[in-house]
């Protein structure tokens, strides 16, 4: 079974709408849990990604499946570019919206509700792309990877930030604690039943490490590299265009 195959609430509608509905659904509660469930680890990872954004110095960054646009604020507030975040959720992107205002960042940041499979921008168009925990749910993985090559200008950076499959000692604990408390957790508090089951199955048919970097070369990138943090939990995937 493929990351397209993987829906939130049944087999049989499309998944990007499903998506949508999902993220509609928890918008309210979603920045809360996300603290709350990674323990703030999450804050870490975004970091991780930034420095490497950073380095770069870039004119023009897009953010794919921004959600409340917390790694769009942090490219507006780290560096000088220009920053765009697209997302399928309108809820989400309110949410966001209110942050940017909130930090004085609405000239800097523009939110844009769209299909990462399906991006409104013309080719060439970013110096730096990034995702984070959201290509796993693209209807069409390996679209939307693509089309993110295709609004990057010659010699650009794609930064994946994603889930992946912790090994070692410490595999079983985390396991445990992503099937079955995380999802109770996120039930509770979310009310949605299913968002939180979605996740840790979405997360075991996405493809990581070498497979990962496979499919962002045959996907147009000349160079993809990948970095685990966190005993494996999750990966930082780097393509060059």
């Known amino acids: 079974m493929t990351p397209e195959n993987i ?22 509660n979603y920045d809360f849990l996300n603290r709350l469930l990674s323990l703030k680890i999450d804050v870490y990872w ?18 794919v499946a ?48 769209g299909e990462a499979e399906n991006l ?9 792309v990034t995702a984070s ?9 390996e679209k939307g990877i693509s089309e993110m090559q295709r609004v990057l200008k010659k010699g650009g950076k794609l930064f994946i930030l994603e889930f992946s499959k912790p090994t070692g000692i410490f595999a079983p ?8 408390i995380l ?16 996740l840790p199955d979405s997360v075991s048919k996405m493809p990581y490490g070498k ?4 499919i962002l070369l045959k996907n147009g990138f000349k160079q993809s590299t990948s970095k685990t943090f966190t005993f494996g939990v999750v990966s930082i995937y780097e393509g060059t265009k």
């Not at 985390?174 to 099937?179: E, G, H, N, Q, S």
């Not at 039943?193 to 979605?198: E, L, M």
């Not at 497979?211 to 496979?214: L, R």
């Open 66 to 113: 921004t959600g409340t646009a917390d790694l769009a604020i942090e490219h507006a507030k780290k560096t000088n570019a220009l920053v765009t975040g697209l997302d399928l959720s309108q809820r989400m992107l309110d949410y966001g919206q209110i942050k940017i205002n909130k930090q004085g960042l609405k000239e800097r940041i523009k939110l844009i509700k």
């Open 7 to 28: 829906k939130p609430y049944n087999k049989t509608d499309n998944k990007k709408k499903q998506v949508e509905e999902m993220f509609d659904n928890i918008s309210e």
């Open 173 to 180: 604990f985390f396991m445990l604690y992503f099937k079955y």
């Open 133 to 141: 925990f959201g290509v796993r749910n693209f209807e069409n993985l």
């Open 46 to 63: 975004r970091n991780q990604l930034e420095k490497r954004v950073v380095a770069l110095n870039p004119g023009k960054i897009l953010d």
């Open 120 to 128: 409104p921008f013309h080719d060439e168009e970013f110096d730096v």
């Open 211 to 214: 497979e990962m970097e496979e």
């Open 183 to 198: 999802p109770t957790i996120g039930k509770i508090i979310s009310g949605d039943s299913k968002a939180y089951t979605y």
